[in-house]
Each structure stands twice: as C-alpha cells, then as structure tokens.
C-alpha cells in the first residue's frame, strides 16, 4: 500500500541524520515509519515516524539516538 508523508517531514534533516546508511538501510526507514504510522491508523507518515524509524535502524550503529532525541 502506498502511504504519503506529511508536509511538515523535513527531507534535509532526514539525510543528514541517516548519513552513510545504505541503500537497504533506508528501504528499513521508510518501511518501519510507515509501519509506526499504520499501527496509530494515520495515512501520512509524519517527522516523528521518521525520526524513530532512523533510531531503531541506525540506533544499534551508536550516536543516531543521541542525534534523533534534539529533533522528537
């Protein structure tokens, strides 16, 4: 199923924060914060969605949770 993101996603953000992931890491980001966001039965993926995708993706990498926390 197709989702849409909502406006107030920051795209510059989140490619800064998820700098250096690969190519499957950032299909596990958008998949698991569309999961976050059918889970409370919304239709757009928002920023927060993101931000804990990047942290449970990246998080076992080390700083990511540190850097996501400034932006929830």
Known sequence: RRMSFSEEVDISLLAKLSEGASGADIKAIC???GMYAIRERREHVEMR???KAIDKVLGKRGKTAEKTSTYI
Do not use: Y
Request: glycine letters at 0%; hydrophobic letters at 50%.
């Open 49 to 51: 969605d993101f931000l």
């Open 31 to 33: 998949t698991e914060a």
